[in-house]
């Protein structure tokens, strides 16, 4: 299968799964009236935390295929290998990572539906399918949008495919750019690819507000559906963290308690040391845009505008991503172009790739604030920066953390853009332990792996409690 359709084939996979997986996980926690605490949204968001290699890399080793002789194969005897080194097994990986993100809208899509209209419902004696059917028609635009979401970053994935060996269009993206490194090339290419990336992002804006759901009013009657929802939601999701994360975790502690030997300390600590230095230069990027951003004026079409240009940035294959920062640094004067040699030019390239979903995670709190506020803050002479600080900050403040830490995230796993943009003899800690897979290094794998899961979860974890602690105060107040 050629590279190009056998990427559309996985990633029409995974956003089918994860619709059918996700949306109907995001149905039931809508039903089970599970409200959006902090906890339980980290509990749904730690998939997404985990990138799709790190599931592959797990289910590898516990079918007992690791190192260096697994990229010296051929062909393998069981049908569990055969399957996972398929294009069904990086759908699959790519099913277990991303299906919170259909969950998580539809969810959020479900919010302004009144939860009595269950109750209602089984009041005139509907049956708990029909039940889950009206809910899953009233969410089908918040699935789609996530589904759709799901088959641009599937399309945009090389971790995955590559552990496995599948041969998809990032994976020929990223050999060509190794060979020529010219921009034209690549964007010739792939033109195919980016053209329909960036019809979604013109047209994200206008499927976002699709998703909304009118508020229903009725009466509320019984509890029964809310404790088999709530059963069958916990389940679903305990189901698929053991298949996703568990499994990976399960067999690399396993790996690292047993070859302690072979890890070396110095050689981790300097790829934490460069993974520290790429991942905060990002957060602090995009925190920075962020709040730009913010100041600008608040005009519909230049929102619609910004939404899509930066959902476009998103959606751009990483090495044309790379390659464009690099070819737009080389008119610059030369004191300048030796900041490409720097962490700085990855953390400037990862901040602009991973701006958009911080910044819609700002827009998303800021469309639930009340518009007299703003009006009442202009009266009072704030505007501009110290609107920003005054107003909007302590507004905003959990939005403004999520999107911070999202940056941080997904910085600290990204894979391709680091080993295109790194400077020399220095790697950050995802890209050293894609490296040591191909050496045959599985000690130095699951230390690698266990490491850059600390370094994702304990931040988020901090930032967790950190808001409990601010929030019991003022709940006693």
Do not use: K
Not at 156 to 178: K, R, Y
Not at 221 to 236: E, F, H, I, P
Not at 287 to 292: E, K, N
Request: aromatic share 10%; net charge neutral; glycine share 10%.
């Amino acid at each position: 299968m050629a590279a190009l359709p056998q990427s559309v084939f996985i990633a029409l996979l995974a956003a089918l799964g994860t619709a059918l997986i996700g949306g109907g996980g995001g149905v039931l926690a809508h039903l089970a009236r599970i409200r959006p605490r902090a906890w339980w949204i980290l509990t749904v968001f730690f998939p997404i935390l985990w990138p799709p290699f790190f599931t592959a890399i797990g289910w590898m080793v516990a079918l007992g295929e690791s190192g260096l002789t697994l990229f010296q194969r051929s062909g393998f005897d069981t049908v569990g290998l055969s399957l996972l080194f398929s294009p069904w097994g990086v759908a699959a990986a790519h099913i277990l990572s991303y299906w919170p993100i259909p969950a998580i809208l539809a969810w959020w899509g479900l919010r302004s539906l009144d939860p009595r209209l269950a109750d209602q419902l089984r009041l005139e004696g509907g049956s708990r399918a029909r039940l889950w059917a009206l809910h899953a028609r009233f969410a089908a635009p918040s699935i789609l949008q996530g589904a759709l979401l799901v088959a641009v970053i599937s399309l945009n994935d090389l971790g995955a495919a590559e552990m496995l060996q599948v041969t998809t269009f990032p994976m020929v993206l990223f050999t060509e750019l190794n060979l020529s490194r010219d921009l034209a090339a690549l964007a010739g290419m792939s033109w195919p690819l980016v053209g329909f990336l960036l019809l979604v992002g013109a047209s994200w804006p206008f499927l976002r507000r699709l998703s909304s759901v009118e508020r229903e009013p009725a009466l509320e009657v019984t509890r029964s559906d809310r404790r088999v929802a709530g059963g069958w939601c916990v389940l679903l999701a305990g189901l698929l963290l053991s298949l996703g994360p568990g499994v990976a975790l399960h067999v690399e502690v396993g790996g690292f308690l047993s070859d302690l030997s072979a890890v070396h300390l110095e050689l981790i600590g300097e790829c934490v040391e460069a993974t520290l230095l790429a991942a905060g230069g990002s957060m602090a990027l995009v925190v920075a845009l962020c709040a730009v951003l913010s100041l600008l004026p608040p005009s519909a079409r230049a929102r619609t505008f910004l939404e899509s240009t930066l959902f476009c940035l998103f959606a751009l294959p990483s090495p044309i991503l790379s390659l464009a920062l690099i070819a737009a640094m080389n008119p610059l004067p030369h004191f300048l172009v030796g900041w490409a040699d720097t962490f700085w030019i990855l953390s400037a390239a990862c901040a602009l790739r991973f701006l958009w979903p911080s910044w819609m995670i700002l827009r998303i709190s800021e469309e639930q604030m009340d518009r007299e506020l703003d009006s009442l803050a202009a009266i009072e002479g704030l505007r501009g920066v110290r609107r920003l600080v005054w107003v909007h900050f302590p507004l905003h403040r959990n939005a403004w953390l999520a999107g911070a830490g999202l940056a941080w995230v997904f910085t600290v796993g990204e894979g391709v853009m680091t080993r295109i943009l790194q400077p020399p003899g220095v790697q950050t800690l995802a890209a050293r332990t894609i490296n040591f897979m191909h050496w045959g290094h599985d000690g130095m794998v699951a230390a690698g792996l266990l490491v850059l899961g600390l370094l994702e979860v304990v931040p988020l974890l901090l930032g967790v409690l950190w808001l409990q602690t601010r929030r019991a105060p003022e709940a006693r107040a």
